[in-house]
């Protein structure tokens, strides 16, 4: 069945760092792939989806990029501030029966 | 004005109870979800609702009965409740069939089971 793998957290950086949060899939079809961040203590948000393949989502300084060859949509920032600190969740959804699969989490945490 | 809401947002309760979790949604969704989520974050579909007909229905336990009164409602009851239920539930709702749209999620119920 379809799938989502994250690189396994804690994540540690420093204000200002660059960050990666790797992610690929398994898939029949082509799926549409999302990005959601959880903040502590509240529900998940929507960060940035992409929903073909060669798309950039991006949002807030954050992006991503479908790429159907190495089945990757890796999260990226340049710059990140404490408050980015959250876990963040991978997501895909098939076009057929409409399920919402995520990865198992990222927990992100940025020291001033 | 909350798009996705849950009630209650804590619910304890001992062993063996049922209780219910109601979610509403005033987005104009026909998809709805239950997801649980454990202590490690990791997410976990239970079911889904389309135009109040349940089109997803993973393996999970028949003591949690959704019921959906109309497609803006999407309520979970669970009976004789486990310690190993305790996890925050999350409802969601998105737009149209299977496919590109994105979901929105409630603020989720913390439960505890003692």
């Known amino acids: 069945g379809d799938s989502v793998t994250q690189m396994e957290g804690p994540v540690t950086l420093s204000e200002e760092a660059f960050l990666t949060i790797n992610c690929t899939y398994t898939?029949?079809?082509?799926?549409?792939l999302f990005w959601y961040v959880q903040y502590p203590g509240e529900g998940l948000q929507l960060l940035l989806k992409?929903?073909?393949?060669?798309d950039k989502g991006s949002n807030k300084g954050f992006e991503a990029t479908y790429r159907k060859e190495t089945t990757s949509f890796h999260l990226e920032k340049g710059s990140v501030q404490v408050s980015d600190s959250a876990v963040y969740f991978c997501?895909?959804?098939?076009?057929?029966?409409?399920?919402?699969?995520f990865g198992q989490g990222t927990e992100l945490s940025v020291k001033p | 004005d909350t798009a996705v809401s849950q009630t209650p947002k804590y619910l304890v309760t001992q062993m063996g109870n049922d209780k219910s979790i109601k979610c509403e949604q005033n987005?104009?969704?026909?998809?709805m979800y239950w997801y649980k989520q454990d202590s490690k974050k990791f997410l976990k579909i239970m079911f889904s609702?389309?135009?109040?007909?349940?089109?997803i229905n993973e393996t999970v336990p028949n003591r949690f009965s959704p019921k959906s009164p109309d497609k803006a409602h999407l309520n979970l009851h669970i009976n004789s409740l486990e310690l190993g239920d305790s996890a925050v539930y999350f409802c969601?709702?998105?737009?149209?069939?299977?496919?590109?749209?994105?979901?929105?999620f409630g603020q989720g119920t913390r439960l505890t089971v003692v």
């Open positions: 969601a709702s998105r737009m149209g069939g299977p496919g590109w749209t994105e979901a929105f």
């Open positions: 898939a029949t079809g082509y799926p549409s």
């Open positions: 992409a929903t073909k393949a060669d």
């Open positions: 997501a895909l959804s098939d076009n057929q029966g409409g399920k919402l699969i």
């Open positions: 987005l104009g969704h026909d998809t």
């Open positions: 609702y389309n135009n109040k007909e349940l089109i």
